[in-house]
């Protein structure tokens, strides 16, 4: 297996500044900062790294659009990683820090930002310590700070502790909560990169996706093109956790298929018992009904729509035959209705109802008609709220009632 | 003593991450520090919050309420933030807290008897391939625990009431 991201698991105690140095650590901010800005931003570009967050949305195409006549800038790295299923961004900023922070200074140093904060949600308390400790070595180390390297560059990095909300890994939500308000998504446009953290234009950049920046700039756009598909090139870290064998973070070139993730690295599924279910990205996920055709899906961003589901965050949940869909929806929607922040009336209303449904559908004291209003109530949140989480609440919902429509009759 | 009093040095170090006409981004990191003493915020800390960083005791109450982390009443010591996510819940974290629950004669969200412990139910918290798993959130800080049987749990627990007596 190639690592470019977990690299602390071929390397041992990269997370020790000498250790990183020697193996190449701060060769491409080295690189970077004697380069012109728009060339940086392009090599991101022409890689074709997309954002690693959810969205897919290309990394440097992001950072040009940043408003040139309007300024400060500034980076925020989104380290808010709550998506249920999903857990890569901590063992890289625990594991292999200086790479994160390197990606962070490169990015900072093409949108021409002089501050930029990681945003950590609260839990992270300890890797937060961990993450400044690391930044102290980094200025004393001369790769932070005044002047780096001898160059006019000068960059601050800082953590910034979030206190326990999903919605806040929602960038704008994200700004909303740096700014010490409650953490509620903005209406867009504008989009950070014209109006973001204090209304200055922002990029907003999850931890991986930065992490993925300083093998870009050392080896070329072409060089991390040898990995992965055309439309999504590089690896990606698949979190893999639910009814598997041996769950875990394994980073694979996109495009690798299900099946290969699922029981080649995952080993398959424990205690004797068959595959039903495949949830690509968490709880936000719609359910994938895992017959072969779909195991023999290659996971990147664009496949993984043709079975029906999006890729996002991949955040693979693995769901065996002893489980009932009407338990699984129970759980996401009291995930949902926990963590809608009751900004857009059709969430906040819509979650709480879909969630009450749930409950008595699951305790076996629905009918039939409760089904379809579950469906329908789904079906109505759609396309109707400011951010995507309103959306999210409703996959799981109306594509197990659709796909797997046995679950429910048995339960009514 | 007021939060002011008691760290100066801190409290000028956090708002210095922060451009000086956005101080209120101070608030998340001040409410923090409120909690450390008593792992709460009281209603003099949220006024003298709001006087600080230039905002409302409405504002402050509302952040507090917002965010699962802050709270503005009087728990255990240590609560025991327990995730039943969906993750979590497929490798067993339900029955774990059950059993947990039975063991110490409280229910999630109850206070054991000599005040320490506080049981908690929560959503995910990044650590789906390491359940049955918690969080301790005390006044200083969160610490996670993974891979956690009941006996693990309990043989913490002692230490935690250790802990809190020796601090006596």
């Known amino acids: 297996m190639f690592y470019m991201l977990l690299r602390h698991r071929d390397v041992p105690d990269i997370n020790q500044i000498d250790v990183y140095q020697k193996n190449g650590g701060f060769d491409a901010l080295k690189k970077a900062i004697k380069m012109d800005t728009t060339d940086v931003t392009n090599e991101v570009k022409a890689a074709g790294l997309r954002g690693r967050g959810g969205a897919g949305f290309p990394a440097g195409v992001k950072w040009s659009f940043m408003d040139n006549n309007n300024w400060p800038h500034y980076v925020v790295a989104n380290a808010d990683e709550s998506e249920p299923g999903t857990f890569k961004d901590r063992e890289i900023m625990e594991s292999n820090p200086f790479q994160f922070l390197e990606g962070i200074s490169i990015a900072s140093y093409a949108v021409g930002a002089n501050a930029a904060y990681i945003y950590l949600r609260g839990e992270f308390w300890e890797v937060a310590h961990f993450l400044d400790e690391k930044i102290e070595e980094m200025e004393k180390a001369g790769f932070l700070g005044e002047k780096i390297q001898g160059t006019d560059y000068s960059l601050k990095i800082y953590t910034h502790l979030g206190a326990g909300a999903y919605i806040c890994g929602e960038e704008t939500a994200l700004l909303e909560s740096m700014e010490g308000k409650r953490g509620q998504p903005r209406v867009r446009p504008p989009f950070p990169p014209s109006q973001g953290l204090y209304n200055k234009p922002t990029v907003v950049n999850n931890v991986e996706t930065l992490t993925s920046v300083p093998y870009i700039i050392s080896n070329g756009a072409d060089g991390y093109r040898k990995f992965g598909t055309e439309k999504s090139p590089g690896t990606k870290i698949f979190s893999l956790s639910g009814n598997v064998n041996n769950p875990g973070n394994y980073e694979l070139p996109l495009g690798t298929t299900f099946r290969e993730l699922i029981f080649t690295h995952g080993g398959g599924i424990p205690d004797g018992k068959s595959i039903k279910a495949i949830m690509p990205a968490g709880a936000s996920s719609s359910l994938i009904v895992a017959n072969d055709e779909a195991l023999d899906t290659p996971m990147d961003y664009e496949n993984v729509r043709n079975v029906g589901a999006d890729l996002g965050s991949a955040s693979v949940i693995v769901v065996d035959d002893s489980i009932g869909l009407d338990w699984l929806i129970n759980k996401t929607m009291s995930f949902f209705e926990h963590e809608s922040c009751g900004k857009c009336t059709p969430c906040r209303e819509g979650a709480y109802w879909m969630h009450q449904l749930t409950k008595r559908i699951h305790a076996g004291e629905g009918t039939k008609e409760d089904v379809e209003l579950l469906k329908d109530v789904a079906t109505q949140v759609q396309g109707k709220t400011l951010c995507a989480l309103g959306e999210f609440s409703t996959m799981a919902v109306v594509s197990s009632i659709e796909r797997f429509p046995e679950d429910f009759e048995a339960k009514v | ?168």
């Open chain 2, 1 to 168: 003593m007021s939060l002011a009093e008691k760290y100066p040095q801190e409290i000028e170090k956090v708002l210095a991450k922060y451009p000086p006409e956005h101080k209120r981004s101070a608030v998340m990191a001040l409410l923090y520090m409120a909690q450390r003493e008593e792992g709460y915020v009281s209603k003099k800390d949220k006024a003298e919050i709001a006087e600080l960083l230039d905002m409302t005791t409405t504002e402050i109450s509302a952040i507090v309420g917002f965010y699962s982390l802050y709270h503005d009443k009087k728990a255990g010591q240590y609560r025991i933030q327990v995730c039943t996510d969906i993750g979590c819940a497929l490798r067993g974290a339900d029955q774990y807290l059950a059993d947990l629950c039975e063991k110490l004669d409280v229910k999630p969200g109850e206070t054991t008897d000599d005040g320490l412990i506080t049981i908690e139910e929560v959503k995910c918290l990044a650590a789906c391939d390491k359940a049955p798993m918690f969080q301790v959130q005390s006044g200083q800080g969160i610490k996670y625990h993974e891979q956690m049987t009941i006996d693990t749990t309990l043989e913490l627990i002692e230490v935690l009431r250790k802990d809190a007596k020796e601090a006596k």
